[in-house]
């Protein structure tokens, strides 16, 4: 649909919602709410919940990709380094 010159950004905008919402009426939703916790954030309630669980120690994450340097990639990883709470994720 991005590639066909026949249709406005309106159209494609329309059938790529409506094919989302046909796909998201067949799946259904892997949870009902997020943990409740203290802080204001989901995914740190999140965490917060796995953490507790794990005797309060931070998750450890590692990213790896070969597409960190000069790719689309690389990109959308500056907010998960940026933002992430370490509090609850070391990396």
């Not at 917060?48 to 990883?77: C, E, K, N, T």
């Amino acid at each position: 649909l991005n590639y066909q010159s026949g249709l406005s950004p309106q159209e494609v905008f329309e059938a790529h919602r409506s094919w989302g919402a046909a796909l998201e009426a067949r799946i259904p939703p892997s949870f009902t709410s997020w943990p409740s916790s203290s802080s204001s954030s989901p995914a740190a309630a999140a965490v917060g919940a796995v953490g507790a669980a794990a005797g309060r120690r931070p998750l450890r994450v590692g990213y790896m990709s070969p597409d960190f340097y000069m790719h689309s990639v690389s990109y959308f990883i500056h907010a998960a380094l940026r933002y992430h709470d370490p509090t609850f994720v070391h990396v």
